[in-house]
């Protein structure tokens, strides 16, 4: 008697568990390329770093920028616990270069929207760049103020917090392997190729667990959204949520621009929404503080995701005023050409100014 040959979705179901650990496997392989390729750099690096990138603006400039040339923040961020790690960066200074990482990462999607516009011209600029600049906006408002917050929290360094709750002790081991293999492939290419394959690694992770996300259903998961959006609180929940299980603010927000763009998801829940996926984006970046060896990464991450949530709870405290102020910015940016070349002239000039105090 024959046997019933193998249902599609069960064979789909393989292809994601294959993909999945294939994405897995690329994310570790690649932040162990850069954290032996930075520690082998470091000596020229740190110089550079002494004179340019310590502190204040700078530090911040310099994450933003560079989640601008990876067009990633999560990648962006991931570097820069690796800079961390091998004492580039103290604590303070992590803290501002993954700030600086979700600002410019808020900034990718209006240079998304800007090029989009600029070269099809298949639809207006307002709805070009409308969700972007709502997203930009959003995230500036939470993160300057979470940036400063922890920052000062870290500068003040309480360390008996961390200390009575063995916060710098959660770290997840990885075997030798990885670093002699990592170690070999650096001795072999140099660190300069090998950082790009660590590069390559982890931003080819993240198009791999993206292109799982795109085999679901994400009609049905974009229904049940929004069924269970029913007020701001619960949409920042879900914002959360759905950004830290699926590790993609692109995935997430996604899911609801179709929404947005037919009306249909009104601006008091999906800028609740945001502010959440604000936050879920980090979960990535705790993994990766939780896997480098030096101690306090994990604290600088709580302190910042513990600033980021302070700030967003007051700003949906104070939603009714932050709403109006957000759609008045998105409204005058959107209002004309002028404008807009303003506002997409200012999201690229900003960084590289707070960079250039650096070398003044």
């Known amino acids: ?19 999945g650990l294939l994405s897995l496997f690329c994310f570790v392989a690649g932040l162990q390329l850069l954290r032996s390729a930075t520690a082998t750099l470091t000596p020229e690096l740190g110089t550079l770093f002494d004179h340019y990138v310590r502190g204040g603006l700078p530090t911040l400039g310099f994450g933003w920028l560079t989640s601008y040339v990876l067009t990633n923040g999560s990648v962006a961020a991931a570097i820069a616990v690796t ?3 091998s004492g580039l960066l103290d604590a ?42 709502l997203v930009f906006v959003v995230t500036h408002l939470a993160s300057i103020p979470a940036t400063g917050l922890g920052y000062a929290w870290v500068w003040l360094r309480p360390t008996w917090l961390s200390e009575s709750l063995g916060i710098d002790a959660l770290q997840i081991p990885l075997p030798a392997s990885f670093d002699f293999i990592a170690d070999s492939v650096t001795g072999a290419l140099g660190a300069m190729p090998t950082f790009a394959f660590g590069l ?14 795109e085999t679901g259903d ?15 609180w619960v949409a920042f929940l879900l914002g959360v949520i759905v950004t830290s299980l699926t590790l ?31 936050i879920g984006t980090l979960a990535d970046t705790f993994v990766v503080a939780l896997i480098i060896e030096r101690a306090g990464a994990v604290s600088v991450m709580l302190s910042f995701v513990g600033a980021l949530f302070v700030t967003t709870l007051l ?8 709403n109006r102020l957000t759609l008045n910015i998105q409204d005058w940016t959107t ?13 690229i000039l900003v960084p590289i100014l707070m960079l250039a105090v650096g070398f003044v």
């Open 218 to 232: 994400s009609t049905a998961l974009r229904a049940r959204i929004t069924h269970a959006l029913s007020s701001r």
């Open 248 to 278: 993609s603010v692109a995935f997430s927000l996604g899911l609801l621009v179709p929404l947005y763009n037919r009306e249909r998801i009104s601006d008091e829940l999906l800028i609740p929404y945001i502010l959440g996926a604000n």
């Open 315 to 322: 700003l949906l405290a104070l939603f009714r005023p932050v």
């Open 83 to 85: 800079y961390f790690e």
């Open 200 to 213: 390559v690694g982890l931003m080819g992770s993240l198009k791999l667990f993206d292109a799982i996300l």
């Open 1 to 19: 008697m024959d046997s019933d040959p193998p249902s599609s979705s069960g064979r789909s179901g393989w292809h994601r568990l294959l993909i």
């Open 335 to 347: 209002r004309n050409d002028r404008n807009f070349i303003l506002f997409a002239v200012s999201v």
């Open 92 to 133: 303070s200074n992590l803290l501002l270069m993954v700030g600086g990482t979700r600002l410019g990462g808020a900034g990718i999607v209006i240079l998304i929207g800007i090029f989009d516009y600029l070269f099809h011209r298949e639809t207006s600029l307002r709805r070009a760049c409308s969700m972007g600049v």
